[in-house]
């Protein structure tokens, strides 16, 4: 019998209730510029892009990211909206140099253990939480981003662990959070 594969990705998601209202914003773009895509996921700032695991060798997968947890617990500020034109409006955070030294051993550990590459978009690696993508045509976009290029979103929050998420074929699903060991 042939093994399937699953879709996962490593993300950070921000805790309740801030996850609702960047769902709030997502719904937003939904009902307004009709932008349903970003709402196929929970609000999270992705670490390493989706990749194919076996599915009979999730446990391993998941006792191996057990092991890359020894991370200090640090504060990530969101400040304001920004985009990739001519489809993603995302909210953006101020620059943090933990979460930039957090991505890079994370990335290394899942590369060296894990043999998966390609862990950030081709652009490299630039941490936002998308609210509208894929789906959001040219003119919804330029309507939008005239909205929210200047519409204030502030927010911090304590990030402490990082999360795997699984496609079930329809969304993407918190699966398993990898809590800090030095928080």
Known sequence: MKSTEARYFLAIIPPSPLAEEIVGVKKLFAEKYTSKAALRSPAHLT?????????????????????????????????GFGAFPPRTIFIKNEY????????????????????????????????????????????????????????????????NSFWLLKHDGKVWQAHKEFCFKRD
């Open 96 to 159: 943090s140099e933990a979460l930039i030294s957090f991505e890079k051993e994370l990335t290394a550990f899942t590369k060296r253990e894990l043999k998966l590459l390609n862990s950030t978009h081709n652009r490299g690696f630039h941490p936002h939480i998308t609210v509208a993508f894929r789906d959001l045509k040219p003119d919804q976009f330029t309507l939008a981003w005239q909205a929210f290029e200047h519409r204030p979103f502030d927010a911090e929050f304590a990030v």
């Open 47 to 79: 670490l390493h892009m989706p990749f194919l695991w076996k599915e009979r060798n999730e446990e391993k997968l998941i006792q191996k990211l057990e092991q890359a947890v020894d991370f200090e617990p640090f504060q990530l500020m969101l400040n």
